[in-house]
């Protein structure tokens, strides 16, 4: 079965500091990725997804996130934060292969302070 | 714009109380889901459903039920709701079509209950 583990509940940051939210997965087949935000009393938003193909995968507000086999690893990273950057981001994992159902890791709330 | 509108934002009701969370859809889409969010636990799946009239339980079914009369309207219910299902309840679709089905989730805002 698969599984997602957030390795961060709460990342405190400076405004203009660059942050890693961390995030791995156990499966034991091909995977898709995803991160998704949610902004205070609201719902989730696609942030961004790996599908195939490159490995580097770029997303909405400068977030770019790296899938790593090896490691089984999908962390995201900005390299320049500011404040309405504070929010709650989910890692999710899906099966390859068309079977729709999303695993959620717990979350990482992300606040960035000036 | 695609969107999934839940009916209720912020919802309060009594010990024992029958609760109605509605939400539609208007992307057409087959799959549809009922989330709670609580602090530290993520999303965990309630229900789903992959067609009309169709519903499949995920992993904390129980205390709740599901409706799914038409394609654009997923309802979750609470036969007799209790304090410990105090929560924010997000409803999300998705397409069906091999092409299409990645696993991405379409959100809803989210519907805040609590249960006094």
């Known amino acids: 079965a698969q599984s997602v583990t957030q390795l961060d509940s709460q990342v405190p940051v400076f405004e203009e500091a660059p942050v890693e939210l961390r995030c791995n997965y156990s499966?034991?087949?091909?995977?898709?990725l995803f991160w998704y935000v949610q902004y205070p009393n609201q719902g989730l938003q696609l942030l961004l997804k790996?599908?195939?193909?490159?490995?580097l995968v770029k997303g909405i507000n400068g977030f770019e996130a790296e899938f790593n086999k090896s490691q089984t690893s999908f962390h995201l990273r900005k390299p320049s934060v500011h404040i309405s950057d504070t929010a709650e981001y989910f890692c999710?994992?899906?099966?390859?292969?068309?079977?729709?159902?999303?695993?959620f890791g717990a979350g990482t709330r992300l606040a960035v302070h000036p | 714009d695609v969107k999934v509108t839940q009916s209720s934002r912020y919802l309060v009701k009594r010990t024992g109380e029958k609760v109605f969370l509605e939400c539609v859809q208007d992307?057409?889409?087959?799959?549809m889901f009922w989330y709670r969010q609580d602090p530290g636990l993520g999303l965990r799946l309630i229900y789903f459903?992959?067609?009309?009239?169709?519903?499949e339980k995920g992993d904390i079914p129980e205390g709740y039920s599901v409706s799914r009369e038409k394609k654009e309207r997923f309802s979750l219910i609470l036969e007799s709701a209790s304090t410990n299902q105090t929560s924010m309840y997000l409803c999300?679709?998705?397409?069906?079509?091999?092409?299409?089905?990645?696993?991405?989730?379409?959100f809803g805002e989210g519907s805040r209950l609590t249960v006094l």
């Open positions: 999300a679709s998705s397409p069906s079509d091999r092409g299409a089905n990645t696993g991405e989730l379409f």
């Open positions: 999710a994992v899906s099966l390859s292969g068309g079977y729709n159902k999303l695993i």
């Open positions: 499966s034991s087949v091909s995977v898709y």
């Open positions: 459903s992959y067609d009309v009239k169709m519903k």
């Open positions: 790996y599908l195939s193909g490159s490995t």
């Open positions: 992307m057409d889409h087959e799959n």
